[in-house]
């Protein structure tokens, strides 16, 4: 069995601090765990899988568990599934201060500099977007009042939340831990906040990326 899906949120923690420290017993305090449980969370995950790791016994610092070949490619794997930036078209505006006009309504302020009015596509990264549930004194300059659609959990311990900003979804990346703590679900009202330096200009049609 091959489908990394499988993979649980403890997992992908319990191998990124294998990689991290080579020492069960300093991984699974790092975790928050009993060492037996990491042992067996090693155990499936090598019955699922294959050997994710291998040991050696004694010396100074008591031995150390490093993760084989495909220990390191299945928590690549995990942590390199990352979600695709939001992406949007839509009319530069000067300002003061400058913005960007949205297609789909609602607008952006940005740090770039453009004509006014020229056509513009802009972005912005999931995990750029910080996710408040009430109002928040910060330095962006952006603040979309949304409504979540969708959380969707993944393997090493983040979630994608999907909300309705207007007639726009944008998609923000979070801590499973930050989903409890701020009970997003679908239909919870929260303020998602980008900086201007966050919201980036992407190349025109015809143009080449530097």
Do not use: C
Not at 102 to 128: H, I, M, S, Y
Not at 154 to 163: E, N, Y
């Amino acid at each position: 069995m091959t489908d990394e899906g499988s993979l649980t949120p403890l997992d992908v923690r319990l191998l990124g601090e294998l990689e991290r420290t080579r020492n069960v017993v300093r991984a699974s305090q790092a975790l928050g765990i009993g060492r037996d449980r990491a042992v067996y969370r090693l155990d499936r995950l090598g019955r699922l899988f294959g050997p994710v790791t291998t040991s050696t016994r004694g010396g100074v610092g008591g031995g150390t568990t490093e993760l084989t070949p495909l220990g390191r490619r299945l928590l690549a794997r995990a942590l390199g599934a990352r979600p695709g930036a939001n992406d949007w078209t839509g009319s530069y505006r000067r300002g003061p201060p400058p913005y960007v006009e949205l297609d789909e309504g609602g607008r952006l302020e940005v740090a770039f500099r453009a004509a006014e009015g020229a056509p513009v596509t802009v972005e912005v990264d999931p995990d750029a977007l910080i996710v408040a549930v009430r109002p928040a004194e910060l330095s962006a300059r952006n603040a979309l009042v949304a409504i979540v659609e969708t959380v969707h959990p993944r393997p090493d311990g983040t979630a994608i939340v999907a909300a309705r900003w207007g007639r726009t979804l944008v998609r923000a990346e979070v801590t499973v831990g930050s989903v409890r703590r701020l009970g997003l679900a679908p239909g919870r009202p929260v303020i998602l906040y980008a900086k201007a330096v966050s919201v980036r200009r992407l190349p025109s049609p015809g143009r080449l990326r530097s």
